[in-house]
């Protein structure tokens, strides 16, 4: 007899504990005057809730930093290896590499040329260099994982195939 379990209240559980442990995680005031991480995140993610109606793109936004709990330099891939298994294949390849564009933007975008991962990389590169108003007025880490649980069937991590968010080396 299959046995089902109801993932979403301890994905959301876990969920706002990644997002609330940015709280007080500093950044360099140099490239970020807003301040701690989790008020950067909440920046980006509400950028991202104006800009689209991508519940998966939603989510990387919120997530994109949240490696910053544990080491800043090594950030992108700790953060998407906290969410492997858990969210959907997209939103893990969005967070690995959300700083290509930032550190190597012709070779990412030689690499990614003619590609849907390219031009959501963009928008998540874009929202992120918004996302430092030290005055931004954001909504509270709860509300944030609110609104992506209510889109849980769309960013929870299934067996479909993640078909081209294969992790390759960038070019």
Not at 145 to 169: C, F, G, R
């Amino acid at each position: 007899m299959t046995q089902f379990i109801n993932v979403d209240p301890f994905l959301k559980k876990h969920l706002y504990f990644l997002l609330t442990s940015l709280d007080g995680v500093p950044q360099g005031l140099h490239y970020h005057p807003e301040g701690d991480v989790l008020y950067h995140s909440l920046q980006v993610f509400q950028l991202s809730l104006q800009a689209c109606d991508d519940y998966e793109l939603w989510a990387a936004a919120l997530f994109h930093d949240i490696g910053k709990a544990v080491s800043t330099p090594k950030h992108a891939d700790i953060g998407a290896d906290e969410l492997e298994g858990l969210l959907s294949p997209r939103i893990v390849w969005l967070v690995r590499h959300h700083l290509h564009l930032l550190v190597a933007p012709r070779s990412t975008r030689r690499w990614l040329r003619n590609t849907p991962q390219l031009r959501e990389l963009e928008l998540l590169h874009a929202w992120d260099l918004k996302g430092r108003s030290p005055h931004a007025s954001v909504m509270q880490p709860r509300e944030a994982i609110d609104i992506l649980m209510e889109h849980a069937s769309v960013i929870i991590a299934s067996t479909k195939p993640a078909y081209y968010y294969q992790n390759k080396p960038l070019a």
